[in-house]
C-alpha cells in the first residue's frame, strides 16, 4: 500500500573541521548533488536504515564502534560523505558544474564500482515514487509530500543493500576523499566555451568530443589552474 513520506529540505551543512584544505581554484566535487544526498539520509532514518549503515557511508572508521557520531553530526558527515566526492577544479573553473546536480561524467581515476553504484540512486528513488523535477526545484526547508509505492521493509532492505554496495569499494578503516588527478582533467580556453549552451546530459558526456579541436595541450593543469583564460573538462575513458 502507498504511504506519504514528507521530506523538508535542511541548509547546506558546513565541512567537516577535518577536512583540510584542498587549495586555491581547487573544490571537493559531489557526485550526487546535496539534495539527493539529504533525501537519502532523511529516508534511511524513515525506513530506518542501521545507524551503522548510514554512519559508514558517511566515512566514520569502522573501528571507532559505539562511539560514532550523534545525528547532529551524522546530517553534516552524510551530506560530505567521502564515498561521494573528488577533488578537481572549483566549478568556476570547469565548463560545465552540476552544482547541486549530479555529476555526468566520471573522473577516470575514480573507482568505476562504486561511481555505478551511486549512480543508481536517482532512479531507485524515482522507481519508489520520488519525483526528481521536485525535488530539484526544493529550496532550503522547503518541503515536500511524495506518495511512496514501495513497502518501507522492502525499501529498508533495498537502501541497504544499496549503501552496502557503495562502502564496500572501499576496505580501510578510514575513507579518504578520492584525491585529484590531474590526467583526469582536459583544459580549454574560456573564450571558446564560454557561449556554449548545455541542453542535456548527454551534451555534458560529450564535451570532450564537442570541443576536442580546441584543447590546450601545450597548458599544464597546474599553468591553467590560476588563470581565469582556461576551463576544466573530464576527459573520456580512454582520452
Not at 70 to 96: I, K
Request: hydrophobic share 40%; charged share 20%.
Amino acid at each position: 500500500m502507498p504511504w506519504e513520506f514528507q521530506f523538508t529540505l535542511p541548509t547546506r551543512p558546513a565541512p567537516p573541521a577535518t577536512f583540510a584544505a584542498v587549495g586555491a581554484n581547487m573544490s571537493r566535487h559531489h557526485i550526487l548533488g546535496r539534495k539527493y544526498i539529504q533525501l537519502l539520509l532523511a529516508l534511511g532514518q524513515e525506513v530506518p536504515v542501521s545507524d551503522g549503515t548510514l554512519k559508514r557511508f558517511a566515512g566514520w572508521p569502522v573501528s571507532t564502534g559505539s562511539t560514532a557520531p550523534v545525528n547532529a553530526q551524522l546530517n553534516g558527515m552524510f551530506f560530505w560523505s567521502p564515498f561521494n566526492l573528488f577533488v578537481g577544479p572549483a566549478g568556476t573553473r570547469r565548463v560545465f558544474d552540476p552544482s547541486s546536480g549530479v555529476e555526468q561524467q566520471r573522473p577516470n581515476s575514480f573507482p568505476e564500482d562504486r561511481w555505478n553504484h551511486l549512480k543508481r540512486i536517482p532512479g531507485y528513488l524515482e522507481g519508489i515514487g520520488v519525483k526528481l523535477s521536485e525535488l530539484a526545484s526544493l529550496e532550503d526547508t522547503g518541503t515536500k509530500t511524495w506518495n511512496i509505492t514501495t513497502s518501507a521493509e522492502k525499501i529498508k532492505d533495498e537502501l541497504t543493500a544499496l549503501i552496502k554496495d557503495i562502502t564496500a569499494t572501499v576496505t580501510s578503516d578510514k575513507v579518504p576523499v578520492h584525491k585529484l588527478d590531474e590526467d583526469d582533467w582536459a583544459i580549454v580556453t574560456y573564450l571558446n566555451v564560454k557561449n556554449y549552451k548545455f541542453r542535456s546530459a548527454e551534451d555534458v558526456q560529450s564535451l570532450y568530443g564537442t570541443f576536442e579541436s580546441v584543447l590546450e595541450k601545450d597548458v599544464t593543469f597546474q599553468e591553467a589552474l590560476p588563470n581565469d583564460a582556461y576551463r576544466f573538462l573530464l576527459k573520456p575513458p580512454g582520452a
